[in-house]
């Protein structure tokens, strides 16, 4: 056995919940880490320095924290005052109580970022911007049906007459940016910066790219799309684009360092120069237009002569120059590249590739072909009756990109600064190709895995796949709700109640703690919470989402409380605390007698429900006092007073009681959502309790075991009735396969998460083309109940960030197995249990839990583990026989 699983290890170093900051916005960071290996951590060592080799050497220049008594894997900053434009090296040694240790993590690093003192570059972009914001085509090639802008490529050449011993860059756009340093592209992002509110807030990327600079002359490149900031998003047709600005800008700072100390720096200012290129246009719901015979070959060497290039403008974005802040997640990367697994003729004459899976992305094409030759690819979930692509619920996108051959040789394309949502591309010939091959790839914001779980049955597994490839497809940049029609933005309550699924497949702290600032940026003077953020600044039409929606408003305050359970992050508590006070003000003053019917503005309710409507009043005060909870557990989790909000949640409670419960013990209005509300958030006083579980079991009974909840009541379907009904019928819930059901869609061929039950039935064919998306994560929610109860893997509300893990484990035969590894951030959890084929009532059961670590068990009846229901343990691996108890 290697040392290392003997003794005590870090892993998994982070700082400010990110494996690489490309910098920070405030120089404290908070650096953690995970364990592995044998034994209880309770010292640690952290070592800083500027050099990697230093920190190999255990030789801590800005920081050696001494051996630390201490049982926490996270630390603020402790070191030297770290300053601006330093990258840092950093290690962690852990030892248990005897004093062993398997020695330093592997180092991490980070990279502190500028201020924004530090910024002498100037924002830089193409002249000739009309004052309605939108640039007269140059060249009647650019005019398009969309008003989109041809991409703008960016040049500055510099000479070197030394090697330099370390170069940073710092970069970010109004708009998307490429960018290259002497022909090589820099970084491997797509579509950064990224997506805020850039009247406020744009991001920034650094990258040290001293391998890239040549002693001599340098060229650096950069290609500039439109992206959220002036291209289309949204569905808002009277305001197509330009929803923050008219035209992308660009901002780069290089920090050149010599060997004496000196530094040079090169900046975005009067000295770049620009031009129009083969992107004739790149936009989200457009697609591009990419013409090869515009090349600018060579552009990116020293060798290019700069002919008919103009200067650029140097200028201040209106309406004011957003704040730089450095990149708080993970950037949009490619993640998967998928092959066809089908290709066939249309009826109306296009080659259509079926890729077997949706997902959000583009296809990269290879082709030979003469020049001009026009090659049209079009994008779309499903196949229509005919077997031609179903693009009508992509509502006004129009999700084509469009590629000219160049001619004389193999060609390669995937767009810049677009990207569909799609599982067949439908590619139209101009004229006969040779060599085509056409793949498709995936993008998301590159959050790290943390789970993978496989089970016995099938379905459940398809299931979780589609689960996983709705959340990869919608993690783009922002939470989105769709990727493919007019429409995909950050709709909060489709984030919320799919929040504690996503953390399970995915580590959503950094991406999380990125788009809070964007639910933060958007909430109004008053206190209002948007329903989807980044909100569009620009909203002359009041076509755009309103703010203020029950469970969509109130959705930050829920995502905060569940990132804190699954990562023990104080720090997001407190950055909200203040913002949430305000929201819950807003709330109490509009509603002073507790019924939640004022001021609750789109008032969505259960949306897309199947089934009669949950009362709406009913909702939004459920939701209120799941608010009022939260906000008790939030401050004491702050060592504040909670007292105010306890009052107010028992307060809301008897006013749910009077208001809501009718003599009979039902409730108003008698739907499954209303009950599941009711028993999930335990409102109900304990006497109520069981009559309301018989309520909702009689509803199942005459839905004839189906659900029939929208997106609010979906989450609690499955926790609700194991815990309330039988583990037996949750499983009976997640298996049922006719309408409406996950099965459901699975049998019509879904690979991800359906936006609505019907969204395609043998009967009526696809539902209303005005909203029917087939990639819409909020029904994947179930997702939380298959790791949490299926595999046994929940988080303990008294012990936050999985220092206990709370297991129950469902074991069923229809099941078969599950095989469940979460990587918490206090390491790798592992629960696998198979029931015994030859004897039902036996099931093996092994549980792994790292380094620190303990489980409080539950078995649920009749299973018993050695006579025990009830037992702890310890970390380390548990194997243990679980059987059936039986009176003696
Ligand atoms: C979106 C949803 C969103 C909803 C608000 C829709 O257009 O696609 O996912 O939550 O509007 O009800």
Redesign the pocket.
Known sequence: MSRECIYLQAQNLKCESLRLPRGLNQLSPVLSWGLKGKGRMCSWQIIASESKDNVYQGSGTVWDSGVIKDVCCSVTWRGEQLLRDQRIWWAVQVWDEEGQSAGRSEPAQFFTGLDEDDWQAQWVARYFVLPSGREIPQDNHYDNRFQARPADYLRRQFILNAVPVRAFVYVSALGLYELYLNGIRVGDEVMAPGWTDYHRRVEYQSYDVTDLIASSKNIIGAVLGEGWYSGRVGHNQRRAGNHYGGRPGLMFQLHIEYADGRVEKIVSDDQWSTKQGPICYSDFLAGEMYDARLELVDWLTSEYAEDNWQPVEVYSPEPNAPLLDASRADGVKEVARLEATSVEKSPSGEFIYNFGQNLAGYVELKVSAPRGTEIRIRHAERLDEKGDLYTENLRYAVSEDIYICKGGGVEYFKPHFTFHGFQYAGIGLSEAVSDLSVSAIAIQSDLPVSGKINTGNAMVNQLLSNIFWSQRGNFLSVPT??PQRD?RYG?S??AQVFWRTAGYFMDTSAFLKKWMEDLIDGQSEEGIFPDVAPTKPLNPYRLTPQPGAPAWGDAPIILAWHHYLRYADVGMLERCWQPFIKWMKVIESKNPNGIRVNDVHNN?GD?LAVGDETNRGLINTAYWVYLADIMTSIAKALNKDSSSWSALSKKLRNVFLEQFVLEDGSLSGDTQTAYLLALDFKILPQNHVPTAAEHLARLFKSSNGHLQTG?LGVRHLAPVISDYLSPTQAIDLLLKDTYPSWGFSIKQGATTIW?RWDGWTPEQGFQSKV?N?FN?Y?YGAIGEWVWARLAGIDWDEAAPGYSNVKMSPIFDERIGFVEAEYEACTGLIKSYWEMNKNNPEEVSWVVELPPNVSASITLSDPWRFQEEKDFVLTSGTHSMNIKIYKEK
């Open positions: 709700d769709c429409e709709w309550a489709d969505y949306w997106f936006e909203m998306s819409h909020a």
